[in-house]
């Protein structure tokens, strides 16, 4: 089986409530689902959410369409996506992000197919960057996620969940699968304002439907220049920084 988790809460710090911002008066999430779902090669998809009243809404929203929801630790975000994986018993996990609501399924489908051809503990795209950022698709397998558990003892790796796997790249058989062309410095993720802003724009050239890929979007951009203005100001990964900065300085105290 090949287990899809798509990580979502609402306590962002940047930008608060951002899963469920309203697309065209739909929750963000659930464009990002049913995108999700056009993927030809996951075979059940579950939204990993937290214990906290906060997220009553996520499983809410769940409920109400339909969608498996496992509910974890708010802070141990690696035990959450532990736990969420062992009712299944997967062979393969795809992990995914809330905040990717352009996320393309011809890019989930393409990650997968390479770490199954190549028998990989861990594919992504993402290593190396040269997809914009909001394209991120990570692929373990479950055995790989054991070792996880086992052998990640610091916060960051319990809040970053592959961020141990970085970390000791000598350790696992690894891929990075690259993009034709570099487009790392587009951003079509969802932390501020100004992406969000920019995102509802996309959707809205897109006339609302959810069969449109990358090619489309980069095209859109291009034709319309000053649309990548509007959150150029924001650096990829600030949250990984964030945490690895507190914990540097935890350590030194």
Request: charged share 30%; proline share 3%.
């Amino acid at each position: 089986m090949n287990l899809a988790i798509l990580q979502a809460r609402m306590t962002s710090t940047r930008l608060p409530g951002k899963v469920l911002k309203s697309i065209n008066n739909q929750p963000m999430l659930l464009f990002q689902i049913k995108r999700i779902m056009k993927s030809t090669k996951i075979d059940k998809l579950i939204v990993a959410t937290t214990i906290e009243k906060e997220d009553d809404i996520i499983v809410e929203l769940c409920e109400k369409n339909n969608i498996s929801f496992f509910r974890g630790s708010l802070e141990n975000v690696l035990d959450r996506f532990y736990q969420a994986a062992l009712k299944y018993n997967p062979e393969n996990i795809i992990r995914l992000t809330g905040d990717c609501p352009l996320i393309d399924p011809e890019i989930i489908d393409k990650v997968i197919t390479q770490h199954i051809l190549n028998g990989n503990d861990y594919t992504s795209n993402c290593i190396t960057p040269t997809y914009p950022d909001g394209m991120d698709v990570e692929v373990l397998t479950f055995e790989t996620l054991k070792k996880l558990i086992i052998n990640a003892d610091r916060q960051s790796h319990r809040e970053h969940v592959t961020l141990y796997i970085n970390e000791n790249k000598d350790k696992f058989k690894m891929e990075n699968v690259f993009n034709t062309e570099d487009l790392s410095d587009i951003r079509l993720t969802v932390d501020e304002a100004e992406d969000l802003q920019l995102i509802r724009i996309i959707y809205s050239e897109m006339k609302y439907k959810d069969d449109f890929n990358l090619d489309d979007v980069i095209r859109l951009l291009r034709k319309r220049g000053n649309l990548l203005e509007i959150n150029k100001f924001f650096k990829r990964n600030e949250g990984l920084e964030k945490s690895l900065k507190n914990e540097t300085t935890e350590r030194r105290c």
